[in-house]
C-alpha cells in the first residue's frame, strides 16, 4: 500500500510539472502563433520518420550490447534480441510510472534467463551514472561550439529571475517537488534490502572496470550518443522552418531536450519548452520551435510506445517458444 502511495505521488509530481508547463506555454502564445504552430506542424516531411525510427531502433540495440557487456562478468548472457526488447520494454514503463523504467528492464530479463533481478540492478545504476558523465561531455563539446549563444540564453533567463515573481516561484516550486523526489526515492531504500542494492551497485560499478571489452564498452557509448544526435539532426530535415540548422545546433537541441526528458515524466512538456526556448536564439520563431518540439517528441514517445508494447507482447510468446524447442530437444535426447 505504501509503495503503491509512493508511485502515485511521484506520478502526480511528475505529469503535473508536465501539463503546468503545457499550460504555461499555451498562455505565452497568442492565437496567431498557435495558428502558426498548427500550419508548422502540417508541412512536417513524415517520410523521414523511416529513417529517425530505424536510427532510434538502433540506438536501443547499440544500448542493450552495452548492456550485455556489463552483466558478461557476472556470468549473466543473455540474448541479443531479448536484451534489446527489455531495453525497449524499461523506455516503455518510463512513459506511463516515474523512474519504473529500470526495474522492468531487469524484471524481465530475470524472468527471461533465469537469474535474481537483485543481481543486475548495479548495472542499472552505473549505467545511469556513466550516462550523466556522457551528457556531460556532451554539454562541454556544446559549450566549446555553441558557448554564445548558450551564453546569451543563460543571460537573458537569468537576467529577468530578479524581476519575475512568477519566474521565483516556479523555480521555488521545482525546488519543493525535487526535494519530495528525493525524499520518496530515500525512502524507498529504507527497507532491510538497503545493504542487498548496494552491494548490487557495487558489482555493477565494477562490472565495468572489469570488462574484457572496453574498447567495445566506449564505442556503443559513443554510438547511443551519436544516434541521439543523428535523430535530432534528421528531425531538423523533417520541417522547412529548421532543415537549414546543423549539427553543432543539433547539439543544443539534445542537452535541452535530454535535461526536458529527465524534468518530467516521458518529458511531456519540459522538452517541447526547453527546445523551443533555445531555438529561438538560433532565430527560428516560437511557433516554429514549437512545432518542432512537439514533432520530435511526439515521434520519440511514439517510437517507445509502440516498440516497448510490441516487446511487452513479444517477449512471453519468444520464451514459450524457447522452452518448448528446450523440451522438444530433451525428448529427442531420451
Not at 545546433?249 to 535535461?259: E, P, T, Y
Request: charged content about 15%.
Amino acid at each position: 500500500m505504501r509503495k503503491n502511495l509512493s508511485i502515485i505521488i511521484q506520478l502526480l509530481v511528475f505529469v503535473g510539472l508536465g501539463v503546468w508547463i503545457i499550460f504555461y506555454m499555451s498562455s505565452q502564445m497568442t492565437e496567431l502563433e498557435k495558428a502558426e504552430m498548427v500550419a508548422s506542424i502540417k508541412t512536417t516531411r513524415v517520410w523521414l520518420f523511416l529513417p529517425v525510427l530505424i536510427i532510434g531502433i538502433l540506438s536501443h540495440y547499440f544500448r542493450a550490447l552495452r548492456w550485455k557487456l556489463m552483466l558478461e562478468p557476472m556470468g549473466i548472457r543473455p540474448s541479443t534480441l531479448i536484451t534489446t526488447m527489455a531495453v525497449l520494454v524499461g523506455y516503455f514503463a518510463n512513459l506511463l510510472l516515474p523512474r519504473m523504467g529500470e526495474v522492468a528492464k531487469c524484471t524481465v530479463l530475470a524472468k527471461n534467463e533465469n537469474v535474481p533481478a537483485d543481481k543486475m540492478v548495479g548495472t542499472i545504476v552505473a549505467e545511469r551514472l556513466f550516462d550523466v558523465l556522457c551528457l556531460g561531455a556532451v554539454v562541454l563539446i556544446t559549450l566549446f561550439l555553441e558557448g554564445h549563444i548558450i551564453g546569451d540564453f543563460a543571460k537573458e533567463k537569468l537576467g529577468h529571475i530578479a524581476d519575475s515573481k512568477n519566474t521565483i516561484l516556479a523555480i521555488g516550486g521545482m525546488g519543493v517537488l525535487l526535494l519530495i523526489a528525493l525524499a520518496l526515492f530515500v525512502r524507498k531504500f529504507q527497507d532491510n534490502k538497503i545493504s542487498k542494492v548496494l552491494k548490487g551497485i557495487g558489482e555493477g560499478i565494477s562490472s565495468i572496470l572489469i570488462l574484457n571489452k572496453k574498447g567495445l564498452f566506449f564505442l556503443y557509448s559513443f554510438l547511443i550518443w551519436f544516434m541521439y544526435l543523428l535523430q535530432v539532426q534528421i528531425g531538423f530535415w523533417s520541417l522547412p522552418s529548421t532543415e537549414h540548422l546543423g549539427l553543432s545546433v543539433a547539439l543544443s537541441v539534445l542537452v535541452f531536450g535530454s535535461i526536458g526528458m529527465i524534468a518530467t515524466q516521458g518529458g511531456i512538456g519540459a522538452y517541447t519548452y526547453l527546445i523551443a526556448q533555445i531555438l529561438v536564439f538560433y532565430d527560428i520563431s516560437k511557433p516554429d520551435g514549437t512545432a518542432f518540439g512537439w514533432v520530435s517528441w511526439l515521434v520519440q514517445s511514439g517510437i517507445v510506445f509502440v516498440l516497448g508494447l510490441a516487446s511487452l507482447i513479444l517477449i512471453p510468446l519468444i520464451k514459450k517458444r524457447r522452452n518448448g524447442k528446450i523440451s522438444l530437444d530433451q525428448k529427442q535426447d531420451l
